[in-house]
């Protein structure tokens, strides 16, 4: 099993160009989330989809849009780059109940922002 | 102020320290998550707890609910401890996590 795989690992991009962050999980897991990381502040989450189908907006979802294309996949949209979302993005997933939502992280995307 | 707050945010030790990270939240959660990033990035959870203590190899996390605290121990701490340890929480209701800044530790030989 792969896991959680994002791609691309690394992309550069110039103010005002678009881009999409794809993300796939093989686990069957029905929650999959999209966060950012930036220095010196902790995991912030920009979008999560509870189910196929559903989406919800996290603390940072401006200048995003998100796509829950079918249970494996769940893909992030810059539609303007800006340098502000320069940043290290991580898709995760998990099999959210009261008991249990432990998540698993793919392995991250660097993006900058020209 | 954060809802979730970590300290120390740096720690250095030498191997063989017994190490804590603590962390504190000020919201009502219903379970809390410590977490590891190792150096080239990536992040494995450790740890999901909601009452009491866990025990993993040579890593302990406890949690008091009453104070809204929980700490993360490491025995016989090894470089390869060396990492960011992220405490992170669910808050009641929600199926959302939130994170503290994380903690770098550094374990020199």
């Known amino acids: 099993n792969a896991g959680v795989t994002q791609t691309p690992k690394f992309q550069v991009l110039k103010t005002g160009q678009s881009m999409t962050l794809q993300c796939a999980q093989d686990m069957n897991h029905n929650s999959m989330y999209w966060y950012r990381q930036d220095p010196g502040m902790g995991l912030r989450l920009i979008y999560y989809?509870?189910?196929?189908?559903?989406?919800d907006k996290g603390e940072v979802p401006n200048g995003y849009n998100v796509s829950r294309l079918n249970k494996r996949e769940f893909s992030l949209r810059l539609e303007s780059a800006a340098p502000s979302q320069t940043s290290v993005y991580f898709c995760?997933?998990?099999?959210?109940?009261?008991?249990?939502?432990?998540?698993?992280f793919g392995p991250g995307t660097r993006l900058t922002v020209l | 102020k954060n809802e979730v707050e970590q300290s120390p945010q740096n720690l250095t030790a030498q191997e063989g320290e017994f190490i804590t990270i603590n962390c504190s939240y000020s919201v009502g959660i219903s379970a809390l998550h410590w977490l590891q990033q190792h150096p080239g990035g990536g992040i494995v959870s450790l740890f999901m707890l909601s009452s009491g203590k866990k025990k993993h190899g040579r890593l302990i996390a406890t949690i008091n609910i009453q104070e809204k605290h929980s700490s993360l121990h490491i025995t016989a701490s090894h470089p390869r401890d060396s990492a960011v340890y992220i405490c992170a929480v669910r808050i009641q209701g929600a199926q959302k996590l939130v994170f503290g800044q994380g903690t770098r530790l550094t374990i020199n030989p």
């Open positions: 989809s509870a189910s196929e189908g559903t989406t």
């Open positions: 995760a997933s998990s099999e959210y109940s009261q008991h249990t939502d432990t998540q698993y």
